[in-house]
């Protein structure tokens, strides 16, 4: 079928593209997504996804509710953001359709699986009349394709020969499909086909299938006529590198495992199965050859108590959930905060309250770690802010943890989890030397001879790491009040008074030892700042970029720290004519900095279970800054 | 001579902290064994570690001049696996109650069991709530009349040592406070078992339910009602001798005169691969007011969770080589850009 003698199509550049697949839950839309992500990254774009799944493994065929999609934009610029309004909706079935046209931009372009546009499917899509013909898709370019049944016509040769049935050949259709997007977006397909025989190696029938789907759909497209154009999205000019493709959940991971090595301790990972945190343990779980112990728990306060344990123990100690199950290790949070151990708690958050929107985004925990604690129970908190940021976080995370003797709260999101975006390969010599920030006790600390788990360095205030099996130093740990220094139990008003002070107060010294807050103003005159923390930083990004070539003078700031907040953040917001913060939950990080800082911080929120469009963002940072003078 | 072979006493195990508990509380008896044991067995104190939650006798890591961690009510299992995975050299003991072991922590200590994590628990029970003062606990006698309970309590209580076995543990043992060397004898066993030990512990709380377990301490009373398990011994009791264990035909255990019983007494065998008859055992006093066995019903040898754990991590080392940071990051499809 490789008739490379057609004509040439009209090869139009552009600086980018957003690319939408939609399909059945079981239609493969992630694995697609993942293969054009990963022919796209190879192409040298720049890049950035955002897989969009039910919660249901399985929702019932065709429904609404079983629709998965994948979107991905890719450019010849740096982009923060997957992309606000698609330019290309794969739509495999009438739900997909149904579900994702409204997205796409005007005149966008749509390729449909028409095989899959049955009576039956249409209705479970809620199509009265199928919108392929009733007027529906008049302002789109449709594109009809008959996925399937190409699908079968490419693989009658293996349905005949026995090597698979009719419906394992079907399962090929979405190879066909990114076969056709990736002609048409001059995509090679050679390490997807390198990919399929890695992945099938011990079923080379399916692999076999597979690849002959895959340049089935990229020569349908070079054939026929109904595609007039092809299109190229030239190489992104990146700061040189070495570059890979990376998702937060991975990243984090990776992060973790760097922390194990640059702080010479072997990580332990407690924790209890959970979307969208699961992944992090799955990855660390391949991981066992960097000495990494995984361990999972019978149930979430379990696995927070395996990590106070193995704190105890000596090894850099982790764990991570998402809202719900933060909300059972709150209690061992507050042990571990009052026994000074360093560990790490990841909250990867997702939609709530209760079981909430598990698959879907939200930043809405940042109090529950704030202040989700029985007593005054401070713990530093940290946030990622991009796929590739979650690897750095959790070094600085195990950083603050191993200096300060805390257990540090990290959060990621659902967004973050699962999108991925290039990233720049740091030298790993050049990445923090954690080993500097910690060293074990190995000798009594009183003239006496005797040891006091709690007198502390005056530097950081973190109390000594004294293992157990070091001769000498035995002591008590416990949730009960400490006296300073001897650590032992204490009910002394005072020094309750006290310990709680220091326990702010220690916080307070991290917050201090931070390096300056890095505020993105290229103007030098804005007087609007936009303040944001986590996920949002992309848009926040592009919309600010955006605002600035409409001429509007606009500052940035983005804090990876939320506890401590950086001391420098009340002259700096009290130094602008409106602070903005926009925020996926109610307004919780303005909350704060308007307690924090006395300024009158204007909130704008949205709770969808997906991430901001810049455009969404333009318009309101524009309305709140500026609205009041136009 | 290096340090690690000096012979080490009691006192070497004894902490500068005043003991607080009730003045005659089975505690005390309790401790003190634990200490001397401890001395017996060469333990050392750099390398022991206590691990309790919340109550009474939670306190216990206070009195002890070893490394110890008083963690939150019913989590010490937790804290204490996450101690035994990362530390093989430690010996950990977890000292619990039955409350905060079968009751708010009862998932964990039945995970711990199951797992077979190299752990001693000694479950201290004393049928009662004692530092909340007063409520009933899930070992309770149905209709126990406390401040909770005016009219009675409903549930039915849970028998430790079938709750152990049900949960396939590999040392399962039964003793009570004031019995010295019963206690040493099967606090031995469990410090010499690899794997979870478990040690229910009847423990005389003379301020809440004083006389709860008299029918097993009190002169008088115990001769007639310990049913002393003995390996590779006949189970019989009393102060002759007189009465013996028989199995039923449905498996199930009863007690009859040594006369009636003849030839048919069960033979105490903890070893046997199967728990069914350490059950039935388990199973032959409703409640510890009449006869009552005591020892080590339960003592097989099954892989070690944190063992096998470290032992895939060594597997994956031999296999993959020690992990490679530089290699990890670039192991994907990678690119360069100039």
Known sequence: MSDTSTAERERIQLSSAVVRFAGDSGDGMQLTGDRFTTQTALAGNDLATLPDFPAEIRAPAGTLAGVSSFQLHFSDQDIHTPGDAPDVLVAMNPAALQKHLSALKPGGLVIVNTDAFTERNLHKAGYESSPL????????????????????????????????????????????????????????????????????????ELADANVTALRAGWNYGNTTEAFAFTYEVKAAKLAPGRYRNITGNQAMAYGLIAASVRSGLPLFYGSYPITPASDIL??????????????????????????????????????????????????????????????????????????????????????????????????????????????????????????????????????????????????????????????????????????????????????????????GLEHRLGGIEKEEGSGHISYDPANHDAQTRMRYARLDRIGAQLPPLEVVDPSGEADVLVVGWGSTKGPLQAACHELRSRGRKVARVHLRHLAPLHPELPELLASYRVVVCPENNMGQLAMLLRARTLVDVRSYNRVTGQPFASTELVAAIERIGWGEQA | MTTNEIKLTKKDFTSDREVRW????????????????????????????????????????????????????????????????????????????????????????????????????LLFNNEIYGLTKGQYSPTSPLGSVHKSTPMGSLDRPVNPVSLALGAEATYVARSIDTDRQHLSGVLRGAYEHRGTSFVEIYQNCNIFNDGAFDALREKGQKEHNQIRLVPGEPITFGPEGERAVIAEPDGSMRIVSTEEAGDRVVVHDPTRPASTTAFALSRLAPSPTGPTPIGVFRSVDRPVYDDELRKQVAAARERYGEGDLVELLEGGNVWDVF
């Open chain 1, 133 to 204: 013909d009733d007027g529906t898709m008049t302002d789109y370019q449709l594109h009809e394709v008959p996925i399937t049944g190409l699908t079968l016509r490419a693989l009658e040769r293996h349905i005949e020969e026995g090597a698979l049935n009719k419906k394992e050949a079907e399962r090929c259709k979405n190879m066909l499909a990114l076969g056709l997007v990736s002609w048409m977006y001059s995509r090679p397909i050679a390490e997807t086909e390198e990919w399929l025989e890695d992945k099938f190696a011990s079923k080379p």
């Open chain 1, 282 to 471: 799955h990855e660390l779980a391949k991981l066992k050859h960097f000495g990494v112990a995984t361990y999972q728990a019978e149930d979430e306060i379990a696995a927070m108590g395996s990590v106070i344990g193995a704190a105890f123990g000596g090894h850099l100690a982790v764990t991570a959930s998402s809202g719900p199950g933060i909300a059972l290790k709150a209690e061992a949070m507050g042990l571990a905060m009052i026994t000074e151990l360093p560990m790490v708690v990841i909250d990867v958050q997702r939609g709530g309250p209760s079981t909430g929107l598990p698959t879907k985004t939200e930043q809405s925990d940042l109090f529950q770690l704030l202040y989700g604690r029985n007593g005054e129970a401070p713990i530093p908190v940290i946030a990622a802010s991009s796929p590739a940021d979650c690897f750095d976080t959790a070094l600085e995370a195990a950083r603050i943890a191993l200096t300060y003797r805390t257990p540090v709260a990290l959060l990621s999101d659902g967004y973050l989890a699962n999108s991925a975006e290039p990233w720049r390969l740091p030298a790993v010599d050049e990445l923090p030397a954690l080993s500097e920030a910690f060293a074990f006790t190995t000798e009594p600390n009183l003239e006496d001879g005797g040891f006091a788990p709690y007198l502390r360095d005056q530097d950081t205030l973190a109390r000594p790491w004294a293992l157990p099996g070091t001769p």
């Open chain 2, 22 to 121: 009730c003045p005659g509380c089975g505690d005390y008896a309790i401790l003190a064994t634990v200490q001397s044991l401890l001395a017996d067995v060469g333990a050392r104190p750099e390398k022991t570690v206590f691990v309790s939650g919340i109550g009474c006798s939670s306190r216990f890591p206070y009195y002890m001049d070893t490394y110890g961690f008083h963690t939150i009510h019913g989590r010490a299992p937790t804290v204490a696996t996450g101690l035994a995975i990362t530390r093989p050299d430690l010996d950990i003991w977890i000292v619990t109650g039955d409350g905060d072991g079968l009751s708010i922590g009862g998932n964990h200590l039945m995970h711990t069991l199951r797992r077979n994590v190299n752990l001693n628990i």
